[in-house]
């Protein structure tokens, strides 16, 4: 290893030459930054301050760099020297652009800055380049789970993209659900009437395309390995096992629709002529291919009325039944009222509602079908009786208010989808758990549960993807929502979330995309989303660690196994750099090369604290690099005043918040701790999920600690803070300074 | 030569001695200044207004449109028709649309017109006399001739319904049209702030079901005062009527004390012109305008 | 039952939205209505009485093949022909003329409410209108008054007076009108001989519906 040589750069550009007293800063940097070359510039994001920086790497020697000039979110062009440790002192959007130009405010800005500099130079200190990661795979092959319309649209895709694919479909046909529908709702201009499902032409092009190898009858026995290097045994119909080398996966397991039988009260199963959608399309098949009329199943006479019924034991209030809207079934009932009109105007169609959603061009749709006749009806049905081959079917008026009915030959439930999505991993890990204390029922559990498994990961958290809300596989709705809990895995489709088939086929080429992305990240050692490029990946140092397995447990991306002694195992490629196990871990053994409970704490340990005299306390704020830290930024950018008190430093989620430092900093005669992180909850916004939870979790515990030391617990405040919360962020900086100035100094200054 | 020249189509109720006379001579004055022609069809005959719905049928209706349609193009070729009276534009425009969109409905009227010896080539564009003055002349030009602003007089201007639903004045909102208040400001005054703009006066129910039509009167009427407003002004005699004349039915009824003049537009530009309170046609309000008569007096 | 009534009951049987989309003047649009009640909320006189069945109602009744409610409602004859629904309706639904097309309908097949005074407004104002060629104020007035026979006729007079006498004493009401003066169109036979073609070919039209 080559000898270390410390470098701080200190710009005068963008008035930082006007506003500060760089020659200070640059005595800062040598005195107390210990720094061994120290340099000012005029403009050093200019070619020419860069050719300087260069210079001195090349020549000069320089391993190590503290870029003392603006936002590290700036100018990353710039100041790219990816062979040298690199640190960021964010003077310009962190200092002086958020204090005011006056003579009052020349001292404590000029401490600021101050502190900035010691804090870059103290963080780069701690640093090492990184590597990269060297248990990388290269397989480039993406194995594409279910044959429906979303897995044919991601193979479709990614071929075209020049990737192989493999497509493991359970049944002995591609084309899903879409396949068994007569027609489909229209999917161009001017959406009047129902299309050809375009099944039969993406099967041929998948059938003709020699990127694309397909697994008919098969299922998914194990995957095994990580980004790049999955190992996939594909169970085929022979009861064989197919291996295949995949790079990375798209889940496109669709729906299975809800089960009618739990609605007697609409007569289901009692009468043959009351039918789910999917039954009245296989009707639609049936008569389009004897060339006749939709006819009722009870006597086969033409169909002469037919009476639809919308969510039914959809968005259920009682808990009974679906809690959601499924999102395409308006449309499909319009569509397969069409169906009726379309071959006989005189074919009484109503559609009974409650609230007609029609998403996309669906509007259109049903305007159309209000002008092919089709009547619809504001009403709550309660029940369908069958008599004979009719049946009469009791509902409440909403606009008119009453109590009434409709008789019709033939009656339709549109009653939605359940994803299928495997089991839930909370269920599975209980029932693991109570099973291996030996519960014999919850063995049963386990089989049970197991058999639903769609992916069956060998990783340490479950067999397949975590899931969300009712039941759908987890994605990041708010902000990504192709993004999951496990790295190269992607789900796409109705699996995911309700959606029509137009959704899915969007939703599964971005899936490809994203999955192709993963794949070629995976296979330079890089991370993916959101630290996309990174080259940093966690390490352990192993004889420290007590097995306490916090860090398997906690780590939101499944990335950590165990190995035969129990200690953690870290599958780099699947990781995605959160830094989520280095807050959890106790003993503070795992790091990474260019952030680690040292490069923050150096920092922490960097800052001037002035004694309890000087009436100026000290505040760290600790700000999640994803929202909070550009917020802080933009505030900045938009001249937003805030406390000069405040020492900021990023972290990359409020996951990889250690502990200790907040204790370092109460110890060190901090006055206040404030912790900046994402929301968290039915609607995170946090990148990594479930980082600022766990993170905010640990924090709870921090009370305690505060009390130990017999300090004010407000003195440690948790804020959730959105990218969006650039204009109200300082107001409440401020505020919370105001409410730490009203407490006495720390009794820690000057220990 | 005048410099624009129109082919009026003044209604029944814009007739000497009818229900918006006052209107006529205001509307003949403004005209006078501004230098606007306006020749009557001859021998037009009633739009049939919206209420006439349940007796008159469709094609009778379109076809008593028609006829002023015929009229005013063989007499008056290449002029657009201009209609003063809100519910004459809208049953003549309407006519016109419904007619130039089915042919059905054409054929049947040219065999209706017939029998008046008539028959249609185009038909005329119809427009009211507020969109004359706003878009072929424009806000600046009426500006011009003004040389008695009305200065620090309050107004609401009532647009009502009908020169404002379904068709309206281009460019203008259903919910907050503005140009009735910009031609209170070309002329000096001031328009306020009131809620009930576009509030229905209660048309032809004041007739048929006075209660419901003073109801809605009495709110329109509340707020204009509210507002600030010393008079109300209003593109439409059916308003102008409404508003104005029941006022006592209303003060009785509700204990009100309301005295409000309501006024043309038309009104108030001849006044700002230099007009006379009769060239304004003043002394047909039936609530004096007392302020505004003091004003042309000076 | 008139016995146009009865025809039309008798072809359309249950299916009154038929009847209503061949008969009354844009019944087309009644299906197109997506049962918002933005018409109903925007109408001026929903919030007092009278009102049965407010025109979201309307839409509804018929296409629940309900003949009977709708062409008995008052609803139809509560518009003022405000266009406050017509130009809200987010289906672009001319309300207002449907409104009207439903209660000229009902009317015409003898179904219209008795008594029903904007009714008797609508028959009597296109009455007054057509005789002359122009509407004839004092006359117009007069028949309103004296629809409920003399004695309440002469009551609603008086109550009126007031306003009467203003609107003579304005020159905006001519008590000649009502001895013969008032205007009227000079070509009245070419008038009544249009018209008489006009009623003639819509009621061939509307037969040949259906």
């Given at each position: 290893m080559a000898e270390t040589k410390t470098a701080a750069y200190i710009c005068k550009g963008c008035e930082l030459g006007t506003r500060l007293d760089t020659a200070a800063l640059a005595k800062v940097a040598t005195k107390s930054g210990k720094m061994n070359l120290v340099r000012e510039h005029d403009f050093l994001c200019s070619a020419e301050g860069v050719a300087m920086i260069r210079d001195d790497i090349d020549n000069e020697g320089v391993t190590h760099a503290a870029i003392c000039a603006c936002s590290r979110r700036a100018k990353t062009e710039a100041f790219n020297f990816p062979t040298v440790a690199m640190s960021r002192g964010n003077l310009r959007e962190g200092v002086i652009w958020i204090r005011p130009d006056t003579e009052e405010a020349r001292e404590t800005t000029q401490e600021m800055a101050e502190d900035y500099v010691r804090m870059a130079c103290a963080e780069v200190k701690a640093m090492t380049v990184p590597p990269g990661n060297q248990k990388t795979g290269s397989v480039k092959t993406l194995l594409v789970v279910g044959g429906g319309m979303s897995g044919m649209t991601s193979a479709l895709e990614a071929s075209k993209a020049g990737y192989k694919v493999v497509l493991v479909e359970k049944s002995a046909t591609l084309g899903g659900w879409a396949a068994k529908l007569h027609k489909r709702v229209p999917t161009r201009e001017p959406f009047k009437a129902p299309e050809d499902n375009g099944v039969a032409d993406m099967v041929a092009r998948i059938e003709a395309d020699a990127n694309i190898k397909v697994y008919l009858n098969a299922t998914i026995a194990k995957t095994d390995g990580a980004p790049g290097r999955f190992k996939v045994e594909i169970a085929i119909e022979s009861g064989a096992i197919a291996q295949e080398d995949i790079g990375a996966i798209v889940q496109a397991t669709g729906f299975s629709l809800y089960d009618a039988n739990k609605l007697p009260e609409f007569g289901y199963g009692k009468t043959p002529n009351v039918v789910d959608q999917a039954g009245l399309e296989a009707l639609a098949k049936e008569a389009a291919a004897a060339g006749k009329p939709i006819c009722r199943p009870s006597d086969g006479q033409p169909v002469k009325s037919v009476v639809f019924v919308q969510c039914?034991?959809?968005?259920?209030?009682?808990?009974?039944?679906?809690?959601?809207?499924?999102?395409?079934?308006?449309?499909?009932?319009?569509?397969?009222?069409?169906?009726?009109?379309?071959?006989?105007?005189?074919?009484?169609?109503?559609?009974?509602?409650?609230?007609?959603?029609?998403?996309?061009?669906?509007?259109?749709?049903?305007?159309?079908?209000?002008?092919?006749?089709?009547?619809?009806?504001?009403g709550v049905v309660s029940s369908v009786a069958a008599s004979g081959n009719a049946c009469a079917v009791k509902f409440k008026d909403l606009i008119l208010n009453e109590e009434t009915e409709a008789q019709a030959d033939?009656?339709?439930?549109?009653?939605?989808?359940?994803?299928?999505?495997?089991?839930?991993?909370?269920?599975?890990?209980?029932?693991n758990r109570q099973a291996e204390g030996g519960n014999e029922e919850a063995k049963e559990q386990v089989v049970q549960l197991m058999s639903k498994s769609v992916l069956n990961l060998t990783y340490r958290q479950g067999p397949d993807m975590p899931q969300f809300k009712h039941g759908f596989n987890d994605s990041h709705f708010i902000c990504f929502p192709y993004e999951t809990r496990r790295?190269?895995?992607?789900?796409?489709?109705?699996?995911?979330?309700?959606?029509?088939?137009?959704?899915?086929?969007?939703?599964?080429?971005?899936?490809?995309?994203?999955?192709?992305?993963?794949?070629?990240?995976?296979?330079?050692?890089?991370?993916?989303h959101p630290r996309a490029g990174d080259l940093s990946f966690p390490t352990v140092r192993l004889e420290g660690c007590t097995q306490?397995?916090?860090?398997?447990?906690?780590?939101?991306?499944?990335?950590?196994?165990?190995?035969?002694?129990?200690?953690?195992?870290?599958?780099?490629?699947?990781?995605?750099?959160?830094?989520?196990?280095?807050?959890?871990?106790?003993?503070?053994?795992?790091?990474?090369?260019?952030?680690?409970?040292?490069?923050?704490?150096?920092?922490?340990?960097?800052?001037?604290?002035?004694?309890?005299?000087?009436?100026?306390?000290?505040?760290?704020?600790?700000?999640?690099?994803?929202?909070?830290?550009?917020?802080?930024?933009?505030?900045?950018?938009?001249?937003?005043?805030?406390?000069?008190?405040?020492?900021?430093?990023?972290?990359?989620?409020?996951?990889?918040?250690?502990?200790?430092?907040?204790?370092?900093?109460?110890?060190?005669?901090?006055?206040?701790?404030?912790?900046?992180?994402?929301?968290?909850?039915?609607?995170?916004?946090?990148?990594?999920?479930?980082?600022?939870?766990?993170?905010?979790?640990?924090?709870?515990?921090?009370?305690?600690?505060?009390?130990?030391?017999?300090?004010?617990?407000?003195?440690?405040?948790?804020?959730?803070?959105?990218?969006?919360?650039?204009?109200?962020?300082?107001?409440?900086?401020?505020?919370?300074?105001?409410?730490?100035?009203?407490?006495?100094?720390?009794?820690?200054?000057?220990? | 030569m005048a410099r624009k020249e129109y082919a009026f189509y003044p209604g029944c109720s814009s007739q000497k001695g009818a229900s918006a006379s006052n209107y006529l001579v205001s509307v003949e004055s403004m005209c006078k200044t501004l230098d606007i022609k306006m020749t009557e069809i001859p021998d037009w005959n009633c739009c049939g207004a919206s209420v006439s719905y349940a007796e008159s049928g469709e094609l009778p209706r379109h076809v008593m449109n028609a006829r002023n349609f015929a009229l005013a193009e063989s007499n008056l070729p290449g002029q657009d028709i201009v209609a003063t009276c809100a519910a004459c534009w809208l049953g003549a425009r309407e006519s016109k649309e419904r007619l130039e969109h089915s042919d059905r409905l054409m054929a049947d009227t040219q065999t209706a017109l017939k029998e008046a010896g008539l028959q249609i080539k185009v038909i005329p564009e119809v427009r009211h006399m507020v969109e004359v003055l706003i878009e072929d002349l424009g806000y600046?030009?009426?500006?011009?001739?003004?040389?008695?602003?009305?200065?620090?007089?309050?107004?609401?201007?009532?647009?009502?319904?009908?020169?404002?639903?379904?068709?309206?004045?281009?460019?203008?909102?259903?919910?907050?049209?503005?140009?009735?208040?910009?031609?209170?400001?070309?002329?000096?005054?001031?328009?306020?702030?009131?809620?009930?703009?576009?509030?229905?006066?209660?048309?032809?129910?004041?007739?048929?079901?006075?209660?419901?039509?003073?109801?809605?009167?009495?709110?329109?009427?509340?707020?204009?005062?509210?507002?600030?407003?010393?008079?109300?002004?209003?593109?439409?005699?059916?308003?102008?009527?409404?508003?104005?004349?029941?006022?006592?039915?209303?003060?009785?009824?509700?204990?009100?004390?309301?005295?409000?003049?309501?006024?043309?537009?038309?009104?108030?530009?001849?006044?700002?012109?230099?007009?006379?309170?009769?060239?304004?046609?003043?002394?047909?309000?039936?609530?004096?305008?007392?302020?505004?008569?003091?004003?042309a007096g000076k | 039952m008139s016995d146009l009534n009865q025809q039309m009951a008798e072809r359309y049987k249950n299916n009154f939205l038929k009847e209503i989309e061949e008969q009354a003047e844009m019944g087309e649009w009644v299906k197109m209505c997506m049962q918002c009640g933005l018409c109903s909320g925007s109408?001026?006189?929903?919030?007092?009485?009278?009102?049965?069945?407010?025109?979201?109602?309307?839409?509804?009744?018929?296409?629940?093949?309900?003949?009977?409610?709708?062409?008995?409602?008052?609803?139809?004859?509560?518009?003022?022909?405000?266009?406050?629904?017509?130009?809200?309706?987010?289906?672009?639904?001319?309300?207002?003329?449907?409104?009207?097309?439903?209660?000229?309908?009902?009317?015409?097949?003898?179904?219209?409410?008795?008594n029903q005074p904007t009714m008797h407004l609508s028959r009597t104002f296109w009455n007054n209108a057509t005789k002359y060629g122009r509407v004839n104020e004092v006359k117009l007035t007069q028949s309103l008054y004296f629809k409920d026979g003399l004695g309440a006729g002469i009551k609603k007079a008086m109550e009126m007076q007031t306003v009467a006498l203003g609107l003579v004493k304005a020159g905006r009401l001519n008590p000649l009108e009502a001895i013969g003066g008032g205007h009227k169109c000079k070509d009245l036979k070419g008038i009544h001989a249009m018209l008489a073609k006009a009623n003639e070919l819509e009621a061939q039209r509307k037969a040949a519906k259906g």
């Open positions: 039914a034991g959809q968005r259920d209030a009682s808990g009974t039944h679906l809690q959601y809207c499924s999102g395409f079934c308006c449309n499909t009932s319009i569509k397969q009222a069409m169906y009726f009109k379309d071959s006989n105007p005189d074919i009484d169609t109503v559609v009974l509602f409650t609230d007609l959603r029609t998403p996309g061009n669906g509007e259109d749709f049903y305007r159309a079908a209000q002008n092919k006749g089709v009547i619809f009806s504001k033939l009656v339709v439930l549109a009653t939605g989808i359940v994803p299928n999505s495997g089991p839930d991993l909370d269920q599975l890990s209980e029932a790295t190269a895995i992607y789900t796409a489709g109705p699996v995911r979330r309700p959606m029509d088939i137009l959704q899915a086929q969007e939703d599964a080429t971005g899936a490809a995309m994203k999955a192709i992305q993963a794949m070629e990240n995976a296979g330079l050692g890089k991370a993916a306490c397995k916090r860090c398997t447990v906690e780590c939101p991306f499944g990335a950590i196994d165990e190995d035969e002694k129990r200690f953690p195992l870290f599958n780099e490629s699947r990781c995605r750099r959160c830094g989520t196990c280095m807050g959890a871990c106790p003993v503070r053994v795992i790091s990474f090369e260019n952030y680690s409970v040292n490069t923050v704490g150096s920092q922490i340990k960097a800052v001037d604290v002035p004694d309890e005299f000087s009436e100026k306390p000290r505040i760290l704020i600790l700000a999640c690099e994803n929202d909070a830290y550009p917020a802080l930024d933009m505030a900045g950018m938009n001249r937003h005043e805030y406390d000069p008190y405040v020492r900021v430093i990023p972290v990359r989620c409020l996951g990889s918040v250690n502990t200790i430092w907040i204790t370092d900093a109460l110890n060190g005669g901090y006055d206040g701790v404030m912790l900046m992180g994402c929301k968290h909850g039915e609607e995170y916004q946090c990148h990594f999920v479930k980082g600022s939870e766990l993170g905010r979790y640990r924090l709870s515990k921090v009370g305690d600690t505060l009390k130990g030391m017999n300090l004010e617990t407000e003195r440690v405040h948790d804020l959730e803070v959105a990218i969006t919360d650039i204009a109200t962020l300082p107001q409440k900086i401020n505020d919370y300074a105001a409410l730490i100035k009203s407490f006495p100094p720390s009794p820690f200054k000057g220990f | 600046d030009e009426l500006k011009k001739p003004v040389k008695k602003p009305l200065a620090g007089m309050k107004f609401a201007g009532y647009v009502g319904c009908q020169t404002n639903r379904p068709f309206g004045i281009a460019g203008e909102s259903f919910e907050n049209p503005m140009y009735l208040d910009k031609l209170i400001e070309t002329v000096g005054g001031e328009a306020v702030k009131y809620d009930q703009k576009v509030t229905c006066c209660g048309g032809a129910l004041a007739f048929s079901e006075p209660e419901k039509a003073q109801a809605q009167i009495k709110d329109i009427i509340e707020a204009a005062y509210d507002g600030g407003a010393e008079m109300i002004v209003t593109p439409c005699p059916l308003c102008q009527a409404n508003v104005e004349v029941y006022q006592g039915q209303i003060n009785k009824k509700y204990g009100t004390k309301f005295d409000i003049p309501v006024l043309y537009y038309s009104q108030l530009m001849t006044l700002a012109y230099g007009g006379s309170a009769k060239e304004a046609g003043l002394n047909g309000n039936v609530v004096r305008a007392r302020k505004l008569e003091e004003f | 109408c001026p006189t929903n919030f007092h009485s009278g009102w049965d069945h407010p025109p979201q109602e309307i839409f509804m009744l018929i296409r629940a093949g309900k003949r009977e409610e709708v062409l008995n409602a008052q609803g139809m004859y509560m518009c003022t022909s405000c266009y406050n629904c017509y130009v809200r309706c987010p289906r672009k639904v001319p309300v207002t003329h449907v409104m009207h097309g439903i209660a000229e309908y009902a009317y015409r097949i003898g179904r219209a409410p008795k």
